[in-house]
C-alpha cells in the first residue's frame, strides 16, 4: 500500500471539504446513485434519497470539521485516517478519532463507505 495522489485521493479529499461546508448536494453527488454508507449506530443507508436524507439533518451532528490524518490508497479503494471536531444537534461536543474506507464505482464515484470511530465500548 502507498499513500498517493490520486483523482480518487482527490475525491475523498473533496469529499470531507463538501461534508463540513454542509454542501448536501454536492456530496451526495460523490457516491453512485446505488451506493451504500455504513456507520455504527445506523442500518446500511443506500441510495442518493437516503444519503440525502442523513446529511441532510438525520446524521446526530450539528457542525464540525475534519481534519484528515493519512490517506492510502490500494487497488483503487481508498482508506482515511482521521479525527473529527464538531457539535451534535443537542450542543455536545465531540472530538474523536476515525477511519473510513471508501469503495469506487467504474465511474469514478463512491460505490460503498464504512465509516469506524475511536471509542471506548468497555
Not at 493519512?70 to 483503487?76: R, S
Given at each position: 500500500m502507498?499513500?498517493v495522489?490520486?483523482?480518487?485521493?482527490?475525491?475523498?479529499?473533496?469529499?470531507?471539504?463538501?461534508?463540513?461546508?454542509?454542501?448536501?448536494?454536492?456530496?451526495?453527488?460523490?457516491?453512485?446513485?446505488?451506493?451504500?454508507?455504513?456507520?455504527?449506530?445506523?442500518?446500511?443507508?443506500?441510495?442518493?434519497?437516503?444519503?440525502?436524507?442523513?446529511?441532510?439533518?438525520?446524521?446526530?451532528?450539528?457542525?464540525?470539521?475534519h481534519?484528515?490524518?493519512?490517506?492510502?490508497?490500494?487497488?483503487?479503494?481508498?482508506?482515511?485516517?482521521?479525527?473529527?471536531?464538531?457539535?451534535?444537534?443537542?450542543?455536545?461536543?465531540v472530538?474523536?478519532?476515525?477511519?473510513?474506507?471508501?469503495?469506487?464505482?467504474?465511474?469514478?464515484?463512491?460505490?460503498?463507505?464504512?465509516?469506524?470511530?475511536?471509542?471506548?465500548?468497555?
Open positions: 502507498t499513500a495522489h490520486t483523482d480518487r485521493v482527490a475525491t475523498v479529499r473533496h469529499y470531507y471539504d463538501l461534508v463540513d461546508r454542509g454542501d448536501v448536494p454536492g456530496l451526495v453527488a460523490l457516491f453512485a446513485p446505488d451506493a451504500t454508507y455504513h456507520r455504527p449506530g445506523y442500518e446500511p443507508i443506500a441510495g442518493h434519497e437516503q444519503l440525502t436524507a442523513f446529511y441532510g439533518g438525520a446524521r446526530v451532528i450539528r457542525s464540525g470539521a481534519t484528515v490524518v493519512k490517506v492510502v490508497e490500494d487497488d483503487g479503494a481508498v482508506a482515511v485516517h482521521g479525527s473529527f471536531a464538531g457539535v451534535l444537534h443537542d450542543d455536545t461536543e472530538a474523536l478519532r476515525f477511519a473510513d474506507f471508501f469503495e469506487f464505482a467504474a465511474d469514478g464515484r463512491f460505490a460503498r463507505r464504512d465509516t469506524f470511530f475511536f471509542a471506548p465500548l468497555v
